[in-house]
């Protein structure tokens, strides 16, 4: 299964960005999770969403400016960020677990099974 995130780019300050992560297999067998890393930082789980789309869950860094979603036919999970602030700034992963329950998920990157390339995301005045 192939993951590939898209929708990074450059934003102002309280801006907003949809980012989406195409996925090679049914999201219906693929717990999606997102992540990122900040230059000189280590990667931080910031949201994820269970195959039955059913559980989600926000890092509390991000809760209430950001919001997963997925849409089943299209094998497509998106992150909508909101109110962008400059340390949002890095570049963000999705990546999926097929283990565990349907309503798990995950935002915890040793337990993931696959990666996508990232995309970068740079909140700058």
């Known amino acids: 299964v192939q993951l590939q995130a898209s929708g990074g780019g450059l934003v102002q300050p309280g801006g907003s960005l949809q980012l989406s992560c195409a996925v090679s297999?049914?999201?219906?067998?693929?717990?999606i999770s997102w992540f990122r890393q900040a230059p000189g930082k280590e990667r931080e789980g910031v949201s994820c969403?269970?195959?039955?789309?059913?559980?989600?869950v926000y890092a509390g860094s991000v809760k209430g400016r950001f919001t997963v979603s997925r849409d089943v036919d299209k094998r497509t999970v998106y992150l909508q960020v909101h109110d962008l602030k400059v340390e949002d700034t890095g570049v963000y992963y999705c990546?999926?677990?097929?283990?565990?329950?349907?309503?798990?998920?995950?935002?915890?990157?040793?337990?993931?099974?696959?990666w996508g390339q990232g995309t970068l995301v740079t909140v700058s005045s």
């Open positions: 297999g049914e999201l219906n067998y693929n717990a």
């Open positions: 990546a999926r677990r097929t283990a565990g329950g349907s309503t798990f998920c995950s935002t915890q990157a040793q337990m993931m099974a696959g």
């Open positions: 969403i269970s195959r039955d789309g059913r559980k989600i």
